[in-house]
């Protein structure tokens, strides 16, 4: 089975920093990478994914992210933070090969842009 | 292109009444997969459907079960509801059993509160 950690709950930063939030995963087999964001009393977004190919992944918004096979992880960056990315951010992992496309999430890291 | 869709927003029942959600998925899509959101338990997978049949079932007791109609519309049923059913229970679609690259698309949920 596949598991994924959030380890930051919250994420308090400034207007035009860089932030960074991070995502570790568990998994005895391949598994394809994703990161939605969730604005306030709204559905899930897709921010970017990672399947195969270049580790440096970039998404919507200008954030980005970087698959790191030997660590396990899937950490999503952003140079430069708004106000609007205050919003809740999940990781997400789908195995490769069977069980169709059934999404296991983190629990989520709350990102404060504060300016 | 209409997104995914889901009603009612909002639903308020009591304790061991039955509660339905309903989903549309996107045109062409005929994977629709449902999600809780409960607080403090992060999103869990609930069922996932495609051409009209379950293919799969998370860790949920069997009150929880649903169906999916010959236009790939999707209904989540809740019977026995218990307060602790009070979640927002999210929709997705994709394009097929097939698409284990494909994007899950979310639509705005339905809150549910068992009183």
């Known amino acids: 089975a596949q598991s994924v950690t959030q380890l930051d709950s919250q994420v308090p930063v400034f207007e035009e920093a860089p932030v960074e939030l991070r995502c570790n995963y568990s998994s005895s087999v391949s598994v394809y990478l994703f990161w939605y964001v969730q604005y306030p009393n709204q559905g899930l977004q897709l921010l970017l994914k990672?399947?195969?190919?270049?580790?440096l992944v970039k998404g919507i918004n200008g954030f980005e992210a970087e698959f790191n096979k030997s660590q396990t992880s899937f950490h999503l960056r952003k140079p430069s933070v708004h106000i609007s990315d205050t919003a809740e951010y999940f990781c997400?992992?789908?195995?490769?090969?069977?069980?169709?496309?059934?999404?296991?999430f983190g629990t989520g890291t709350q990102l404060k842009v504060e300016l | 292109e209409a997104g995914v869709t889901q009603s009612p927003t909002h639903l308020i029942k009591t304790r061991g009444q039955q509660a339905t959600l309903r989903c549309s998925p996107i045109?062409?899509?005929?994977?629709v997969y449902w999600y809780q959101q409960a607080l403090g338990l992060g999103l869990q997978f609930l069922l996932w459907?495609?051409?009209?049949?379950?293919?799969n079932r998370g860790n949920f007791p069997p009150r929880f079960s649903g169906r999916q109609f010959p236009n790939y519309s999707s209904e989540l049923n809740v019977n026995a509801l218990e307060l602790e059913d009070s979640a927002l229970y999210l929709c997705?679609?994709?394009?097929?059993?097939?698409?284990?690259?494909?994007?899950?698309?979310f639509g705005p949920g339905t809150r549910l509160t068992v009183l």
């Open positions: 997705a679609s994709t394009r097929g059993v097939l698409a284990g690259t494909d994007t899950q698309y």
């Open positions: 045109s062409g899509h005929t994977s």
């Open positions: 997400a992992v789908n195995k490769i090969t069977g069980g169709g496309n059934k999404l296991t």
């Open positions: 459907y495609d051409e009209g049949e379950e293919r």
């Open positions: 990672y399947l195969s190919g270049s580790t």
